[in-house]
């Protein structure tokens, strides 16, 4: 029997297009002011390279493409931060509008996490803060759920930014309240995409509640396209795709 929750409108491809397209401005906008000597078109056009050589089943590509881009001088963060989930996005789309095969985009995300793997340490080592002192937090991706790309780029900058991250990748239902249960954890962030039950959801934020009932729980990720208030509908605390505006939410919950 599943949970009676409000309602939340159905999720359309004209969303998902349009959602995509929007993060390729933003994307080309924030790289310029990174780096502004490069032409914007040169910054841009390694999403195309990045896709065409990921969805093909060679390793080599791999390197080949990070060997370009870091030659460009284009650093790993960049790479973390920007690229990667840009180009996870546009396979995601192009596999809804039956524009590119599952086989395809299945390699294509695996050849992205693998990519991911590749990078130098330094896009997750703390720049400024020394890790673990800005606080700890835990990122929940449940089990069977196929996004954990997002997850673990979200890991990597807020270690970067000095939190001691914990992340739980293909946690079962009964495994969440241990894995949050820590005192000192001043935060616990689920991600989530547009196809998840919001019953389930719903379940999750539950099973957090039970661990952890001291802490906020933040909600992330596609799911938030909906257009709906996803907090009363799953009962978390707050939605935000911005992980500083997340910390920010969670230092403050600590501080009251």
Known sequence: ??????????????????????????????????????????????????????????????????????????????????????????????????????????????????????????????????????GEICIIVPSGVQHSLGASILAGQMRRAGYDVHLGSDLKLDEIAQFVSSPATMGVMLSASLWERLDFLSLVVKKVREGNPWAPVLVGGNVLERGCDLCTVIGADYATNDWQTALSYCAQRVET
């Not at 929750?5 to 906008?29: E, F, N, Y």
């Not at 999403?47 to 969805?55: I, R, S």
């Open 1 to 134: 029997m599943t949970q009676d929750l409000p309602p939340c409108p159905a999720v359309s491809h004209q969303v998902v297009g349009g959602v995509a397209r929007q993060v390729l401005s933003v994307l080309s906008s924030e790289l310029r002011l990174i780096y502004p000597d490069m032409p914007a078109r040169a910054l841009v056009r390694y999403l195309d390279e990045m896709q065409a050589a990921l969805t093909q089943p060679n390793p080599n590509n791999i390197t080949v493409l990070l060997g370009a881009m870091r030659r460009a001088g284009i650093r790993d963060a960049d790479i973390a931060d920007f690229y990667i989930p840009v180009v996870a996005r546009r396979l995601g789309e192009a596999w809804v509008t039956d524009e590119m095969q599952f086989t395809q985009v299945i390699v294509g995300m695996s050849n992205l996490h693998a990519m991911l793997r590749t990078l130098d340490s330094s896009w997750c080592t703390p720049e400024r803060a020394p890790f673990g002192t800005m």
